[in-house]
Structures are given as structure tokens and as C-alpha cells.
T-cell receptor, first 106, second 115 residues
Framework: DQQVKQNSPSLSVQEGRISILNCDYTNSMFDYFLWYKKYPAEGPTFLIS?????DKNEDGRFTVFLNKSAKHLSLHIVPSQPGDSAVYFCAAEGIFGKGTRLHILP | EAGVAQSPRYKIIEKRQSVAFWCNPISGHATLYWYQQILGQGPKLLIQFQNNGVVDDSQLPKDRFSAERLKGVDSTLKIQPAKLEDSAVYLC?????????????FGPGTRLTVL
């Protein structure tokens, strides 16, 4: 049973527009959520995190929103840039989702 | 600051052979993790060390996988004997401490192909 789910395997977004990546979880005891970005042939790199006591955390172009009642979080990237094309993983307590591949179209 | 180092980067072996992977974490990081990432999946935690002690190895297939972190610094992960389904990228990561809010720093991974 997957405790962290990313149901969209891929997403294509026009450059300059907003990218929204979604993540659902089942364990209400998770107290911290992290997003990682992964380029081919490299290990994941940390992007942004959010504590379960907050509903929003912002860092430059990246914002993560947490809806605890729905057990859902989302990563917003505004504006999307070509270098954002990568696989994005949602994680909690060392448990990773399957990832969403983001393609930024020129 | 040097990142997490892993070697080898690629390894091809026959099934039933043995293989070992090496990881050197970021200096000063007490926590070290080994993950298995099968194609199309997210990383799956195999084992977590805090210094040289095991914190979590609940998902490590102990009949064939073993890992050690002698002296609380670098670590090796071994598979003996390998099966076809072990084909994956093996990622090593480290963090300052093993709390849920700590970001993990990943190495580039070792891609294992079992034929």
C-alpha cells in the first residue's frame, strides 16, 4: 500500500506558465513533507519542504501547499522555466512517491 | 563542500553473482541511507544508519542484501546472490541527523543490471 502517491506520471507545461504537481498521502502522522527534483543520471536534490503545522511554504518560484484534511499537497512553480524539466518526487519519512515527470515546452 | 560519493557508477553482472556498492557521505553527516530505485518507481528505503548503528532495515531483503557502516563514515551495500529483479539504481544519501525535516543529500547512484 503506497503511503505517498503521485498519480500523474507526467505533465507538460508551457514556458512561463504555472506548473502544479500533486501528491497525496495516507498516513496522518507524517509531520514533514519534502519535494525533490531529479535530472537524468543524477541523484535527487532537495527543493522545498513543509511542516504539517503550516499550510504554505514559499521559496522563490516554488511554493508548496498542504491540505491536511484532504491529505494532499501540491508544488507550484511560477513561472516555469526550461531548467525545471525534471522528475519531481514528493517524500515523507523517507517514503517517496513514484514521481512526476515535468516537461516545460518552449 | 564535496557531495555524496558513490562507486561504481555502473555494474553489469550475471544472476547469482555477488556485487558491492560503496558510498562516502558528506563529512559530518551522521545519518546515511541506501535506497533502491527501480525504473519508473520512486526511491525505496533499504536501510538507514545513524552513525554506525542501524535505525531502520525493515525493507532490506536480509537473505541476500547486507550493509555496513564501519566507523560511522563510509558504507558498503552488498547483494549476494543477485537476482534479475535486483536490477535498479542504488542511491546513497546522507543527512546531518535523521529527523523527518532534514533534507537528504543524494549521490549520483549506481546503476545495476543483472542478466
Amino acid at each position: 500500500d503506497q503511503q505517498v502517491k503521485q498519480n500523474s506520471p507526467s505533465l507538460s507545461v508551457q514556458e512561463g506558465r504555472i506548473s502544479i504537481l500533486n501528491c497525496d498521502y495516507t498516513n496522518s502522522m507524517f509531520d514533514y513533507f519534502l519535494w525533490y527534483k531529479k535530472y537524468p543520471a543524477e541523484g535527487p536534490t532537495f527543493l522545498i519542504s513543509i511542516s504539517s503545522i503550516k499550510d504554505k511554504n514559499e521559496d522563490g518560484r516554488f511554493t508548496v501547499f498542504l491540505n491536511k484534511s484532504a491529505k494532499h499537497l501540491s508544488l507550484h512553480i511560477v513561472p516555469s522555466q526550461p531548467g525545471d524539466s525534471a522528475v519531481y518526487f514528493c517524500a515523507a519519512e523517507g517514503i517517496f512517491g513514484k514521481g512526476t515527470r515535468l516537461h516545460i515546452l518552449p | 563542500e564535496a557531495g555524496v560519493a558513490q562507486s561504481p557508477r555502473y555494474k553489469i553482472i550475471e544472476k547469482r553473482q555477488s556485487v558491492a556498492f560503496w558510498c562516502n557521505p558528506i563529512s559530518g553527516h551522521a545519518t546515511l541511507y541506501w535506497y533502491q530505485q527501480i525504473l519508473g518507481q520512486g526511491p525505496k528505503l533499504l536501510i538507514q544508519f545513524q552513525n554506525n548503528g542501524v535505525v531502520d532495515d525493515s525493507q532490506l531483503p536480509k537473505d541476500r542484501f547486507s550493509a555496513e557502516r564501519l566507523k560511522g563514515v563510509d558504507s558498503t551495500l552488498k547483494i549476494q546472490p543477485a537476482k534479475l529483479e535486483d536490477s535498479a539504481v542504488y542511491l546513497c544519501a546522507s543527512s546531518l541527523i535523521g529527523q523527518s525535516y532534514n533534507e537528504q543529500f543524494f549521490g549520483p547512484g549506481t546503476r545495476l543490471t543483472v542478466l
